[in-house]
């Protein structure tokens, strides 16, 4: 069988979804514009007949036909028929001569898994991880240009650090700021008047919750973000960041440096100094220290301890918020 085995899977399932996409429409402009030659499976709806027919079934008024099976490793049923599907992907050589099959994992797959293992030696096999904060900043330039819009290098960043890595919230407010400016460049300022902060804001509450002895809350706001799919190491990333600022602007300031002289000398954004300065009263430098070496210990057993990454966050919380 002569099959052309596409697998996207990871942890941003915006940038995989827009993959996914740019494939169907090149289909249907290039082989099937009336759609009839398109399937998608999607989920719970899954079944080893569907499955079957769909990559058996002839094209229509074509010799190609497009099938796009999404998430079939969130399925309950999977296990009692996942080794069908080997089995036919073990039988398949990889061409464009036939079908295109995608398969579409919305987040990330264990990677012990079989079918997971016989996929990722597909030659399109892609983990869409999230991106770091340079490339997020670099993916917002990018949209904001597809928009026909404009940014500052400043605004990009600002919005990248407010919004998160959350690129379905990010493309909605690309949307809205290049509405917003139309034919002008989008600048800090329009950052600060129109986006809402997301994970930076939700950091921001995590810190304010530990100041203000309140563990229970910073304990919520970091499940919120687990559950929403937030990446722990990225999280923690911006927690150790958050830190990190606070430790620093605590010595510069104690110097006698105005929040403008140290928003030059550390190349922190205002906006950032403006709200991180009224907790520094609340820490002395040696409290900042401490907390900061626990945040570079939970980093290390994130990755080197076979826990749950929640379990390790609430420790951290109940051993470094501060005591009545």
């Known amino acids: 069988m002569y099959q052309m085995i596409f697998f996207f899977y990871g942890t941003d399932s915006y940038r995989s979804y827009q993959k996914v996409k740019q494939l169907r429409d090149k289909f249907a402009q290039e082989v099937d514009q009336a759609g009839l030659n398109i399937t998608i499976l999607d989920g719970e709806n899954i079944t080893l007949e569907k499955f079957n027919n769909a990559v058996t079934q002839p094209g229509f008024l074509s010799a190609k036909r497009l099938i796009i099976i999404k998430n079939i490793f969130s399925l309950a049923s999977i296990n009692s028929w996942k080794e069908d599907v080997i089995t036919y992907l073990n039988k398949v050589t990889d061409s464009s001569e036939e079908n295109y099959i995608i398969f579409w994992q919305e987040d990330l797959p264990d990677k012990d898994d079989a079918l997971f293992k016989r996929l990722q030696n597909f030659k399109y096999a892609q983990n ?7 490339k997020l900043v670099m993916w917002v330039e990018q949209e904001v240009g597809l928009r026909q819009g404009q940014i500052t290098k400043p ?7 407010n919004v ?3 690129l379905w919230r990010l493309a909605g407010e690309i949307d809205k700021l290049v509405a917003y400016k139309k034919d002008q460049s989008i600048i800090e300022a329009d950052i600060e008047q129109m986006i809402d902060g ?3 804001e939700n950091i921001f509450q995590f810190t304010d919750a530990l100041m203000n002895n309140n563990p229970v809350q910073a304990i919520k706001l970091l499940q919120d973000q687990l559950s929403l799919g937030q990446n722990e190491q990225y999280l923690l990333s911006m927690i150790l960041r958050q830190y990190r600022l606070l430790w620093q602007m605590k010595i510069l300031l104690a110097q006698g440096l105005s929040q403008q002289q140290l928003a030059q000398q550390t190349k922190i954004h205002p906006f950032v100094i403006r709200k991180l300065t009224p907790a520094l009263a609340k820490y002395q430098v040696s409290d900042l220290q401490k907390i900061y070496q626990k945040l570079i210990d939970l980093d290390y057993q994130l990755k080197s301890l ?7 966050f609430d420790l951290f919380i109940i051993k470094t918020h501060p005591s009545k």
């Open 155 to 161: 605004a990009a960043r600002l919005l990248a650090v």
């Open 128 to 134: 869409f991880e999230l991106l770091d904060i340079n």
């Open 306 to 312: 076979p826990l749950k990454p929640e379990l390790f």
């Open 164 to 166: 998160g890595n959350d």
């Open 198 to 200: 997301g994970l930076e």
